[in-house]
């Protein structure tokens, strides 16, 4: 057969790295999914149940590898389902390249059937480079620059392809006018600030007494950097969301999460501190950043569009984390402050006893946070978690203790729902040798997590380590947006947006050959985590727990205060359970109380 634009597209495409796609077939991609057929053993497709999960999986492979994403959809609504995990990947700053079948080129603009306006559907979401090809000519240099802007800038980049085009014969550029003749490759070297920016820096850093250290995504790289420069400053770690393996959960003074997921200890480390330094981090609720001219602030980034937006910063360094805290460290002087060091082991140690204690806190049948300390204790070597929006990300971001060496990722900015079964599933495909870890509400399960399993029993046969745990936090209950509505809004739950079915998730797991056990009594949680952590499978664990424990913020204001009794005496239906589990939490923190064993 001759050599068609599809094949030269995988072709170029396996040049720039590029060994795997996620994706679903149609007619708009038909040209290019018979190219990719021929050439199955050099890229490998991987066929999930819905193209959101093909984007949001090219979203969760880049998170775990640093590398391009690459999905692939059909024309019309297959395009349009590729939305929202290229925004997920967007905004999280992922590297991600979409390519996307159109009609033929003679039918668009007529009102044909699934002719849409690609170019203006994807020019937000991939305004760093979208483009339509028209001749075979014009595709070496999409692809090109497509895939090159992506990695450099970490970006997502759209191609659009006619399906016709996609069968022609391929005709490399000629040299004439109007031709352009594009290569492969980028070299990239981590960038670091001037000398001068680097002294003025020090000097902030040098003249404060209580130094607070903010890392996020960008410091992923950059541990050891991260905590050489926190060891000069005496100074507290705390991280945001995406930076919660940048750090590991041991490290004496490391705060743990900040924000509303946060810790009481990085709520303290903030409102303490007199000199901040971000790192790699959008973090955006400035409320649990120190008050403005409270403290003296640096910020390290490689965005300069994400420098100074948050707080206002007297020096904002372009540059890459690691080699620009290199390059700062030895114009820091060493300092003392073992008073202020203390204070901050001290309340990192307290936090721990305390989140170990509301775990053993009762609740009916099961404390949602018991689920998350249990696996604490049990975490695989170098395994990697997933945790989907709701109350999943608070129980992960506070009671998971990540030693050096695991990654963990949930959708941050964005806060997609039905994110951490896609990001499991490209994390066993990015590293077959690693245990995976989905923690998934009931609700993300039954929108996208259970007809993802289908994809995970079609593929798990090929994973090196069998073991892809995802546990349903089963409360029957958006519980996490009641709460919300509770709190914020001072509304009572409304059963009827906010209930959901109560499904086997277990069993469905069983119907397609994988393991599965639903868990119901607290003193079997641990056991469960046991078997799942040790099958010979992926497995399904179905944790019954109740929703009314309260994902409570670290620091509880009077309007979150007035808002929660608003709700309590306007007609709450689970008045009882909120008010039981709430003081319980409250009193936890100041009177442990341990479960029988």
């Avoid at 057969?1 to 995988?10: G, L, P």
């Amino acid at each position: 057969m001759a050599h068609t634009v599809s094949d030269f597209i995988w072709s170029r495409l396996h040049e720039w790295g590029v060994r795997r796609v996620y994706g679903y077939p149609g007619d708009g991609i038909g040209g290019l999914m018979a190219a990719l057929q021929r050439r199955e053993d050099d890229i490998d497709f991987v066929q999930v149940r819905h193209e959101e999960m093909a984007s949001l999986m090219a979203s969760g492979e880049t998170r775990f590898t640093g590398r391009v994403g690459v999905c692939i959809a059909t024309s019309g609504p297959g395009a349009v389902h590729l939305l929202n995990g290229l925004y997920d990947a967007r905004l999280d700053h992922r590297p991600v390249v979409a390519l996307v079948g159109q009609q033929a080129r003679s039918a668009m603009g007529s009102h044909y059937q699934q002719d849409l306006d690609l170019q203006s559907l994807f020019k937000d979401v991939a305004g760093a480079y979208i483009e339509t090809a028209s001749v075979p000519a014009q595709v070496p240099h999409l692809i090109d620059r497509a895939f090159r802007i992506a990695e450099a800038e970490r970006r997502v980049t759209c191609v659009i392809l006619p399906n016709d085009l996609q069968l022609e014969a391929m005709e490399e550029p000629g040299r004439e006018h109007g031709m352009t003749h594009s290569g492969v490759g980028i070299e990239l070297s981590p960038v670091v600030p001037a000398g001068a920016a680097l002294q003025r820096a020090a000097d902030v850093l040098n003249a404060g007494e209580k130094a607070a250290i903010l890392v996020g995504a960008g410091a992923l790289n950059a541990t050891d950097a991260v905590l050489a420069t926190a060891e000069k400053l005496k100074a507290g770690i705390a991280k945001a969301l995406l930076g919660k393996a940048a750090v590991p959960d041991d490290v004496s003074f490391c705060t743990g999460s900040i924000g509303l997921l946060g810790t009481k200890a990085s709520w303290e480390l903030m409102q303490d501190c007199d000199t901040l330094l971000m790192v790699g981090s959008g973090f955006p609720y400035t409320e649990f950043l120190p008050k403005p001219g409270q403290a003296r602030g640096v910020q390290i980034d490689i965005d300069a569009g994400m420098l100074g937006l948050r707080y206002p910063m007297e020096v904002n360094l372009i540059g890459d984390a690691a080699a620009t805290l290199e390059a700062l460290l030895p114009l820091l002087k060493p300092k003392v402050a073992d008073d202020w060091r203390a204070a901050i082991e001290a309340n990192v140690s307290e936090g721990w006893q305390e989140t170990q204690d509301s775990a053993q806190i009762e609740a009916a049948p099961i404390n949602p946070q018991l689920v998350a300390s249990e696996l604490s204790e049990r975490l695989p070597e170098r395994c990697i978690v997933t945790a989907d929006s709701g109350t999943t990300t608070v129980w992960y971001a506070r009671h998971l203790r990540f030693r050096r060496g695991m990654m963990g990722s949930v959708s941050g900015t964005l806060a997609t729902m039905g994110c951490a079964v896609p990001y499991a599933i490209a994390a066993k495909f990015a590293h077959p040798d690693r245990p995976a870890i989905a923690l998934v509400g009931d609700g993300a399960m039954q929108m996208n997590g259970i007809s993802e399993l289908i994809t995970v029993a079609k593929y798990w046969k090929r994973w090196t380590d069998p073991r892809l745990v995802i546990m349903v936090l089963n409360n029957r209950e958006l519980a996490y947006v009641t709460w919300e509505e509770r709190i914020q809004a001072g509304d009572p739950k409304w059963p009827a947006s906010q209930d959901l079915p109560d499904l086997p998730y277990a069993e469905f797991a069983k119907l397609m050959g994988l393991g599965g056990r639903r868990v119901s009594d607290p003193e079997q949680v641990g056991p469960a985590w046991d078997e799942a952590l040790a099958a010979d499978r992926p497995f399904v664990l179905d944790m019954v727990t109740d929703p009314n424990v309260p994902p409570l913020p670290p620091h509880i204001t009077f309007a979150q205060a007035r808002g929660l009794v608003g709700a309590l005496a306007g007609g709450e239906p689970e008045a009882a359970g909120v008010v039981r589990n709430t003081a319980r939490s409250l009193l936890g923190s100041l009177l442990p109380t341990r479960r029988d064993s």
